[in-house]
């Protein structure tokens, strides 16, 4: 007999940016836990359901009492059980563990031998015996930073609860979980409705807190209909919402029963940078800006609201008011921080320490300028622009606009430098020079930006690494993995040799600041960042073939790397990539320099036709190698599979004679200058 198990945790208002992650951990525990005890089986999918003021969970299908479950318990081997036709003391104690005489044990098979065995059934256990621990086991799971106590009670939970069910059909489990006793009662909508909710029947939940308490309980179906009446909304105006996933998450764990109103605030605002107004929007009052087709941000707004009522014109002037307040904020803040240029701003970048060891943010700024102005020279781009951006690119953290809100700098250096009359190109790189900020955003555009945003994050990695502050396992408290992602996303856009770039940075610093090795130490943990960036788009061993030779121009690795893939797919690639790693293991042994071939001491056919080859192909490669035609140049190396496999089948590198194996050695060396030109091949190799 089964029916469906519904389990409720009725609490104080959970916190929005954690609910979807609590809800489906609750579920998920329930649910492998159930299976685990064969309750449910293993294809059963539960169903979560969360809202602000609850977590719960539904679980077809279950189960009032687990199967009987057969127990088989393994002893000592048979060989080793009896002795002279008497149980070992080891086989005794076995038995007597089990409680049975040694003639109730039977034997089988391990897999390895023959041992003692005791076979027993173990009686199925109630759902009721066990639910109760596999609700708390649940919540213990959750993940919760913090804890709290609620009144004189010592039980610890993120948020006060006040209601617990555990119903299977319509019958109530009895239990009792954080000092609750388990009954069939909840609670609807905090406004909206009052008194208990009743639930007869686990199935009708959902049906049952809508209609009776006017809770939508699916997070699910709540964000959907949330992100439905937002788009028709908008779609009035003909706008789109200035808002991503996480709002539109946030906002659904905020609300049980959710109404989008429409509100607008004074024009006079959009004086302000769109950006301050959008971010105080969605940061501080959680509402859902409109722009128009063109992008610009419009006086209208869209807000989620709690509250369902015949005249809902008081809330939508409640929230209008609350918003002008910050507004008019960003505006003071702009208006105030337009009074001083950036430039005179850069003094008191010498009171903002950027880390004790290595100064100050004006002397970073310092560090900076060098840097930026160094590699704008190396992309062809105008040095003095390039230093002037870098001049200006961290005035604008001591406004008061990115003082209040920090997320904005860049974009309000942006701003400033306009008013001031700095020019577009020196405005555009401040704000680009931040960029990219995560996975996937966009790089800066032009070679001015790139040199500021190069400097800027090259100086960063270079600094903290050289002080000491290394990323160690998953922590990284100045985000260098990030910095470095970016760096290297923007290295393979353009002819930079990064080794010359982290030497050129490390330069930059007082004498005795950083570590003598910081550099190298920096490249390789780059090289790391490369692998594993580029491992999204190829196969390990490719990357592993072209990153082996340990490049530092890197703009032209994607291209290398599709040109290994392409000589992967050929048909001779995997026997001349186990014959390269063969001559890479015989010339890792060899002793002392390797010379040159001499033609005459080639006395095996075998050697010869290797020989004539390479000597053929090798200016073949080369060439194709400067033209950058990669695949090209491993397209040839295909002719080289028969004489390779003939010597190998008919050549003893190794010979008696010291000569003629130094000439072999020599040869195969010059084999894997030409396997190797374009990548390490023998990575290839199983």
Request: hydrophobic share 50%; glycine share 6%; aromatic share 6%.
């Amino acid at each position: 007999m089964n029916a469906t198990l519904l389990i409720e945790l009725l609490t104080e208002e959970l916190p929005p940016k954690a609910l979807e992650k609590l809800s489906l951990s609750f579920a998920q525990t329930i649910s492998e836990e159930l299976k685990k005890l064969q309750f449910v089986a293993a294809d059963v999918e539960a169903i979560a359901f969360a809202s602000p003021r609850r977590l719960a969970v539904q679980v077809p299908a279950v189960l009032a009492v687990q199967p009987d479950q057969k127990i088989v318990r393994k002893g000592p081997a048979v060989a080793a059980g009896m002795k002279d036709g008497q149980p070992t003391p080891a086989l005794a104690g076995f038995a007597r563990s089990c409680g049975v005489d040694v003639s109730a044990l039977s034997t089988m098979s391990d897999g390895k031998q023959d041992v003692f065995a005791y076979e027993s059934t173990k009686t199925g256990e109630a759902l009721a015996a066990v639910l109760t621990d596999i609700v708390a086991l649940a919540l213990k799971k959750l993940p919760i930073p913090k804890l709290m106590h609620w009144g004189d009670l010592d039980y610890q939970f993120v948020r006060p609860v006040h209601g617990l069910i555990m119903l299977w059909g319509e019958t109530v489990i009895e239990g009792s979980v954080l000092g609750l006793s388990s009954r069939n009662a909840t609670r609807g909508h905090r406004f909206l409705s009052s008194g208990d909710v009743m639930v007869e029947k686990a199935d009708d939940y959902a049906r049952v807190l809508f209609e009776q308490g006017k809770v939508l309980a699916s997070f699910n179906a709540r964000r959907e209909l949330i992100r439905k009446r937002l788009a028709e909304s908008a779609a009035v105006h003909g706008a789109t919402i200035a808002a991503d996933d996480a709002l539109l998450d946030e906002v659904s764990a905020l609300v049980e029963w959710p109404v989008v109103l429409e509100a607008g605030f004074e024009a006079e605002f959009l004086k302000v940078p769109q950006e301050c107004l959008i971010l105080t929007m969605q940061q501080n009052q959680k509402y859902f800006p409109l722009l128009d087709a063109q992008g610009k941000l419009m006086n209208r707004f869209l807000l989620v609201s709690n509250l369902e009522t015949a005249d809902p014109s008081h809330i939508i002037q409640g929230n209008e008011r609350v918003l002008r307040a910050r507004l008019s904020d960003a505006k003071f803040f702009f208006e105030q921080d337009q009074k001083a240029r950036l430039e005179t701003r850069l003094a008191k970048l010498a009171e903002v320490v950027y880390h004790n060891k290595i100064g100050s943010q004006l002397e970073r700024v310092e560090r900076l300028q060098s840097i930026a102005g160094q590699i704008a020279a190396l992309l062809g781009a105008d040095q003095a622009v390039a230093e002037r951006a870098a001049l200006l690119a961290k005035a604008d953290l001591v406004t008061d606009m990115v003082g209040e809100f920090p997320e904005l700098q860049g974009v309000m250096g942006m701003y400033y430098a306009q008013h001031d009359g700095e020019s577009e190109v020196v405005a555009a790189a401040i704000e680009g020079h931040y960029h990219p900020r995560f996975a996937g955003d966009s790089l800066p555009q032009g070679d001015i930006a790139t040199a500021v945003a190069l400097a800027d994050k090259l100086e960063a990695i270079v600094g903290i690494w050289g002080i000491g502050l290394i990323p160690t396992g998953d922590k990284d408290p100045y985000a260098l993995r990030r910095a470095a992602l970016g760096v290297l996303r923007m290295v393979l856009e353009a002819k930079l040799d990064l080794k010359a770039l982290l030497a050129l940075v490390a330069a930059a610093f007082p004498a005795g600041k950083l570590s003598a090795t910081t550099a190298d130490e920096v490249f390789a943990f780059m090289m790391d960042r490369l692998k594993n960036y580029l491992a999204a788009d190829y196969q390990g061993d490719e990357v592993d073939a072209v990153l082996a030779l340990a490049p530092s121009v890197l703009n032209e690795v994607p291209a290398v790397l599709a040109a290994v893939a392409a000589f992967k797919a050929l048909p001779e690639a995997t026997t001349l990539a186990a014959a390269n790693k063969r001559v890479k293991n015989i010339l890792k042994k060899t002793e002392g320099e390797v010379g040159s071939v001499n033609p005459a001491l080639l006395s095996e056919a075998a050697e010869q036709a290797l020989y004539a080859a390479v000597t053929e192909l090798a200016p073949q490669v080369d060439a194709k190698f400067a033209a950058h035609d990669f695949a090209g140049a491993l397209a040839q190396l295909s002719s080289l599979k028969a004489p390779v496999d003939a010597f190998f089948d008919g050549v003893m590198v190794m010979a008696d004679d010291l000569a003629v194996r130094a000439n072999r050695i020599a040869l195969l060396a010059r084999l894997a200058d030409l396997f190797n030109r374009v990548a390490d091949i023998s990575l290839l190799a199983d």
